[in-house]
């Protein structure tokens, strides 16, 4: 029998339109080796590791009459070069360029009729360098059976060993309309009210168990009974969006750690909370000493045996903490313990450290900002301004083959009626901010990118004797 979708997973299909798709990409920037990085070596690195990843090869399958949830199937006419394409910007390529090509893949929903990723080199960056966006649908990644690309294809080393299969790959027969339906008849006997809610979920298009979950969820957090204030951040989102980033440097980010107190993570959250200050002010809000930015943060929380320590596994529990970013508080300093003291308040709920999140195999992060997607997804957009990951990575050269990655931005969806989602990654020294800004609401998305690096340098002064 073909494997179900869960309720969570099927929530993403169904409630995804033009405006808001369900996926989350990531922009990996190489260094074009001496031997070359060419469009064939990244398709045959790719086939290479599919077998890692069955659920790749797979595509949605509707059963009839919406009588239980859709199946994973074998797609039998998989074509790995439908889902890796390639592109190029007019030499030389500059940033601006490429995440403007960004932003509008971003836009453009997975094609449900197909497994749901899609890969693109692009090429014409500066200094030869090549660029790398995966785009993976939230209904595919969840951490256990199934993870992100950028944590299969990436080594430690550029002489990793080519992988083999060890038979080819022959797609399973798939399963005629007669099939799902009894299928479905027989999960229908063992759980009969599932029937009625998956023909409410289908039809409707609104009804998601998602939701139902993050009901409890919110209701288990006292935060969540004071909705936040309203403003430029919550407004409608068009079909359109735009990208831009900022870079720091772990080790500045270390330093305001050492000489404060709290989490590097503490930090990230107060360089976003001074960003958002200044950002507000170029914009003629107001902004008094109790203005609140209220971002969901979700964090990677211990799952039975899933604790980082088998390569791959990082288990499906993420923990969404409802955060109040003081950015009406104009001493960094203070906004710093601000954020500390809110972290603190959530108590320990089994996070996993830094460190054991580094000890994952492959390349962890894109996987965890999925399921930090996925978390703020399932809760009432009512209840936060914005939806911020942060994820730790290895502090050493990862490589796509022999070609060395120099930097990895996560690129967040957006939710509806939110016009910013911010992902962080930190990885070989560096910290890099991906923000996703809707193209109507969010047309100043760069300059918030600049502030953020602005105000990591604020954060500096502060530390420097």
Avoid: C
Avoid at 42 to 67: C, D, F, H, N, W
Avoid at 188 to 201: F, Q
Avoid at 247 to 275: F, K, P, W, Y
Avoid at 419 to 431: Q, R
């Amino acid at each position: 029998m073909p494997e179900r979708l869960s309720a969570l997973d099927a929530s993403f299909l169904y409630l995804e339109d033009q405006a808001t798709p369900m996926h989350v990409a990531g922009v990996a920037v190489f260094r074009r080796p001496r031997s070359g990085f060419a469009y064939a070596q990244l398709v045959s690195l790719i086939e290479q590791r599919l077998p890692l990843v069955p659920r790749y090869r797979q595509k949605v399958a509707t059963v009839p009459g919406y009588l239980a949830r859709p199946v994973w199937v074998d797609d039998p006419d998989f074509d790995v070069a439908y889902h890796v394409r390639r592109s190029a910007l007019p030499k030389p390529g500059s940033d601006e360029q490429l995440f403007d090509l960004v932003a509008r893949l971003m836009a453009r929903p997975l094609d449900q009729n197909r497994p749901l990723w899609e890969a693109y080199l692009i090429e014409g960056l500066a200094q030869g360098h090549v660029a790398l966006v995966t785009k993976t649908h939230q209904a595919m990644v969840d951490g256990v059976r199934t993870i992100d690309f950028g944590q299969i294809i990436l080594e430690s080393s550029p002489h990793a060993p080519e992988t083999d299969p060890d038979e080819p790959w022959l797609p399973r027969r798939m399963p005629g309309p007669t099939k799902l339906v009894m299928d479905a008849v027989s999960d229908t006997v063992r759980s009969p009210r599932e029937v009625v809610e998956n023909v409410r979920s289908a039809v409707s298009d609104v009804v998601s168990t998602s939701q139902k979950v993050a009901a409890a969820i919110v209701s288990a957090i006292g935060i969540a009974t004071h909705p936040p204030t309203g403003g430029p951040l919550n407004a409608p989102v068009s079909k359109a969006r735009l990208f831009a980033v900022a870079r720091a440097r772990l080790e500045d980010l270390r330093s305001v750690r050492q000489g404060h107190g709290g989490t590097v993570h503490d930090v990230v959250l107060a360089v976003i909370s001074g960003a958002l200050r200044s950002w507000l002010l170029s914009r003629g809000e107001q902004v008094t000493s109790s203005t609140r930015v209220r971002a969901l943060v979700p964090l990677a929380v211990r799952d039975g045996d899933a604790d980082g320590t088998v390569p791959g596994m990082l288990g499906n529990k993420v923990s969404a903490h409802l955060v109040d970013l003081p950015v009406g508080e104009p001493n960094p300093f203070v906004r710093l313990q601000h954020i500390s003291h809110a972290m603190r308040a959530h108590g320990d709920v089994g996070l996993v450290a830094a460190s054991a999140l580094l000890g994952v195999g492959g390349f962890a992060p894109p996987t965890l900002h999925s399921l930090g997607a996925r978390a703020a997804a399932s809760f009432s957009q009512r209840v936060f301004n914005l939806v911020i990951t942060n994820v730790p990575g290895p502090q050493v050269p990862l490589y796509a083959g022999q070609a060395r990655m120099t930097e990895m931005f996560p690129v967040m969806p957006l939710n509806k009626n939110q016009a910013l989602a911010i992902g962080v990654t930190s990885y070989d020294g560096g910290v890099y901010f991906g923000l996703t800004g809707d193209r109507s609401a969010m047309s100043d998305v760069a300059a918030l990118a600049r502030m953020v690096e602005e105000s990591v340098e604020e954060l500096m002064t502060t530390v420097r004797v």
